[in-house]
Structures are given as C-alpha cells and as structure tokens.
C-alpha cells in the first residue's frame, strides 16, 4: 500500500530552526516534494529531492534517503510567516508515459510563536 | 506569466447535484492534475491528463470525471453529489515526462465545494 507519516503539529519559536520528518512507503518512488500550503490557500512548492542527499534553498532545505523511505523538511531563522501546513508528497512511477501523481501525507501544521 | 486559475472560487450545491469545476494550466504546461483534500488532510489525487486524455487515475468512483481541451485547460464533472464530495479541489499543472524538477506540479488556488 500506499503510506506517507508525518508529525501533525509542530510548534516552534521565531529565529529558531525547525526539522519536518517525513517516512513513506509506496510502491514506487520518482521523486519527494514538499510544499507549503497557508490556511484556504493552494499548496506552494518548497523543495524536490530524487537522489538522496541534502538539497538547500535559501532557508529551507530537505533531505531524502531512500533506503530508509525517510525524509526532513529543514527551516532556518524562522519567521512569523512560516507558520503553516507543510505537506509531504511522493511521485509515484506512473505508467504508459505517464508523469506519475503525488501521494501526499496528511502534513504538518507548524505554528511559530514570538 | 498567469500561474494556473480555477474556477468558480467557491460554490454551493445540495446532494445529488452536478457540478463543473474547471482550470486553466500555467503557460507552457500541458498536463493537468486533479487533487480533493478534505479538512486537515493531505490532497488527494483524482486524475491526471495529457493530450485529452486521462492518463491516470487515483482511488474515485466514476461519478468524478473530467476533460482536458486543446488548448490545455481541463475540467472535473462530479454527478449525483454526496456530502462527502464537500472538500478543496485542486488543480495541478505540470508538463513533461516523469523525471526531473522541470516536471513540478503547480498548484491552483482550488475550487471550495460545499455539499448541503
């Protein structure tokens, strides 16, 4: 089956650093995404990790390892803005040239307090 | 450069109604995904398509279907509605074969269905 965890909530203090777990197991694998989704709004692309290893953009990096099924979502110097829903998705192989979907876990509500 | 548009914003329907939801993709993108995510959980896949045609499709009954135009736009038909189908529909677009960070699925604002 199809399976992605992630911890619901979260809570962390502005300036600080903060760590989103993410496991999954799925039947295929083409690629980890997080997005970042704001209450009633869409879900924004953060990051996308296919090899494993640390990939960094500013102050979000994620990490992937594929043995493990295991993936983080990092946030340096946090701000006020960043509270919000971190989703974790994986693309899955698809089929007949498909791009193959996003399975996303339920995600992460992180609140940053002053 | 318009990122993708949905429409409508919001809409309300009672049960066993039919609605149209629709979306047009970012520029230059020729696949589109539909996702419904239900409060306080992940999206979840709907289908996808490519060249009008639904090229995959996730866990949903027949009563969801959609279309995709030649000029890319798609849209998702939902009949006989539930009160379960109450939810943010998504619309995803994308272009490309499965492979790289070029193949990144942008999303819509979504489409809020309410179901009375």
């Known amino acids: 089956g199809q399976n992605i965890d992630q911890p619901t909530e979260m809570t962390a203090t502005e300036g600080a650093i903060v760590q989103i777990n993410c496991t999954y197991q799925?039947?295929?694998?083409?690629?980890l995404f997080w997005y970042q989704q704001h209450a009633g709004e869409a879900p924004t692309f953060l990051s996308y990790?296919?090899?494993?290893g640390l990939e960094e953009k500013g102050r979000f990096s994620s990490f992937l390892s594929r043995s493990k099924g295991y993936s983080y979502l990092l946030l340096k110097e946090l701000q006020m803005k960043d509270s919000a829903s971190y989703l974790c998705?994986?693309?899955?192989?698809?089929?007949?040239?498909?791009?193959?979907?996003?399975?996303f876990g339920k995600g992460t509500k992180l609140s940053v307090k002053p | 450069d318009a990122g993708v548009t949905q429409s409508p914003t919001h809409l309300i329907k009672t049960r066993g109604q039919q609605v149209t939801l629709r979306c047009s993709p970012k520029?230059?993108?020729?696949?589109v995904s539909w996702y419904q995510q239900a409060l306080g959980q992940g999206p979840q896949f709907i289908f996808q398509?490519?060249?009008?045609?639904?090229?995959q499709r996730g866990n949903f009954p027949d009563r969801f279907s959609g279309h995709q135009f030649p000029n890319y736009s798609s849209e998702l038909n939902v009949n006989a509605l539930l009160l379960g189908d109450s939810a943010l529909y998504l619309c995803?677009?994308?272009?490309?074969?499965?492979?790289?960070?070029?193949?990144?699925?942008?999303f819509g604002p979504g489409t809020r269905l309410t179901v009375l």
């Open positions: 995803a677009s994308s272009t490309g074969l499965a492979g790289s960070e070029w193949d990144t699925q942008y």
């Open positions: 799925t039947s295929g694998f083409n690629g």
């Open positions: 990790n296919v090899l494993d």
């Open positions: 998705a994986v693309r899955d192989s698809g089929y007949g040239g498909s791009q193959g979907n996003l399975i």
């Open positions: 520029s230059g993108h020729d696949t």
């Open positions: 398509y490519y060249e009008e045609e639904e090229r």
